[in-house]
């Protein structure tokens, strides 16, 4: 049996969240998701997503396991994705899927930075979507 995606960022973490070109959205209530797209050369980057005014995360060496998922590891931590090139009609558009956010403000990253690069309101039982910033 396949575990749900986690609903906030201190869940346990879901390797299966944001991956590959098709992903599962379970939104609703007071849960929606984000979708991103980004530059071409990012793809394979990761971008991670905090509250807006979480405290700052010291930046650490990359842990050993796979990515392109989101997952929470607790206090200290902030959800990150991989941006993955989709298929979409005439090619391919690299993006990132935030699958399960509870809604609010969020503040999205380049993986291990501090500096904000994009700010986005999330509402329950909807998809936002955004453009990355060039």
């Known amino acids: 049996m396949t575990e ?7 869940s346990p973490e879901n ?21 991103v797209t980004m530059p071409a050369d990012m793809a394979g980057l990761e ?5 807006e005014g979480a405290e ?6 990359d842990h050993d ?9 607790g206090h200290g931590h902030r959800l990150h994705v991989a941006v993955i090139r989709r298929p979409v009609e ?3 558009l690299p993006s990132l899927v935030f ?12 993986k291990g930075s501090n ?10 039982g909807e998809v936002a979507s955004a453009d990355w910033p060039h």
């Open 115 to 124: 500096d904000v690069r994009l700010v986005v309101e999330i509402h329950g």
């Open 90 to 92: 005439g090619g391919e």
């Open 15 to 35: 390797p299966h969240a944001g991956q590959g070109s098709a992903v599962m959205l379970d939104i609703g209530g007071d849960i929606g998701a984000l979708v």
């Open 65 to 73: 396991h796979g990515h392109g998922h989101g997952h929470g590891h």
């Open 4 to 10: 749900p995606a986690p609903r906030h960022l201190d």
């Open 56 to 61: 700052p995360v010291e930046t650490a060496p």
């Open 47 to 51: 971008v991670e997503i905090a509250p």
């Open 99 to 110: 699958p399960e956010l509870v809604e609010g403000t969020y503040e999205l990253f380049e």
